[in-house]
């Protein structure tokens, strides 16, 4: 999934979702600020699977997910 997909995803989120979704990214991106590159303490897997429940079967977490791996291969 590209970054083109997940915005059209994105837009066909209902009101209540688009709500639902923001409040996981921001606690997703925090989480992401708050803990340095090498920190082997709290590796990103670590912090992807504590916030899963939040859009569990919405399919948001496994686009940014299948996003990252791609990022990480360039």
């Known amino acids: ?3 083109e997909e997940i ?3 994105i ?3 209902s009101p209540n979702e688009l709500a639902r979704f923001r409040v996981w990214f921001k606690e997703y ?6 803990i340095e590159p090498n920190d082997s303490k709290q590796p990103i897997e670590h ?6 429940g939040s859009l569990k079967g ?3 977490l496994e686009a940014l997910v ?3 791996r791609k990022e990480s291969l360039l």
């Open 1 to 3: 999934m590209n970054i």
């Open 7 to 9: 915005q059209q995803a």
């Open 11 to 13: 837009t066909r989120l």
């Open 29 to 34: 991106e925090s989480n992401l600020i708050s």
């Open 47 to 52: 912090i992807l699977k504590r916030l899963k």
């Open 58 to 60: 919405s399919g948001a």
């Open 66 to 68: 299948e996003e990252h």
